[in-house]
């Protein structure tokens, strides 16, 4: 057997550098953050209650699996952003009912500027006592379901963020 022997002479001679070590790779982005994950959270109910309405009052219906979408995108974000933190599931049930209350109150008022030739924007900011009214006159078992189905996606995505 044989040693290794390395070549003779300087292998820098030939004006080659010496190679660089590679950059590090950049570092994780920080979780655990309770506050950054609640403030994710509140904008992807924001986000959702805008296109949960949008969608019921094109359609002039509600879609269930609509309100479970808008739970698990707010469940999701807030857990995804925040961390393990045990908090964030119960926040992101709650922040999905007031998405999926605001969404709803969204469609209402894009049915009723519809039937009131009127902008929606006008119906909501103006006349924001109607709607709700509107609202609890429509309440049925349904809503609650709904309710339900999104508090639930809610908890779950942001337990299913953290795995």
């Given at each position: 057997?044989?040693?290794p022997v390395p070549p003779p ?100 008022s894009i049915i009723g500027a ?50």
């Open positions: 057997m044989s040693q002479g300087n292998p820098f001679a030939d004006g080659a550098a010496p190679q660089q070590y590679p950059m590090a790779p950049p570092t994780a982005p920080a979780r655990d953050n309770v506050a950054l994950g609640l403030v994710a959270g509140l904008v992807a109910a924001l986000v959702a209650a805008g296109a949960y309405g949008g969608i019921a009052g094109g359609i002039e219906r509600e879609i269930g699996w609509a309100a479970v979408g808008v739970g698990f995108l707010v469940g999701f974000a807030a857990g995804k952003v925040g961390g393990r933190n045990p908090a964030l599931p119960v926040v992101s049930a709650v922040l999905s009912l007031g998405a999926v209350y605001l969404g709803q109150l969204v469609a209402l519809k039937a009131l030739s009127v902008s929606a924007t006008e119906l909501f900011f103006e006349h924001f006592d109607v709607l709700t009214s509107a609202w609890k006159e429509d309440l049925d078992p349904l809503t609650f379901l709904f309710f339900g189905l999104a508090a639930f996606a809610a908890f779950s995505g942001a337990k299913k963020a953290t795995r």
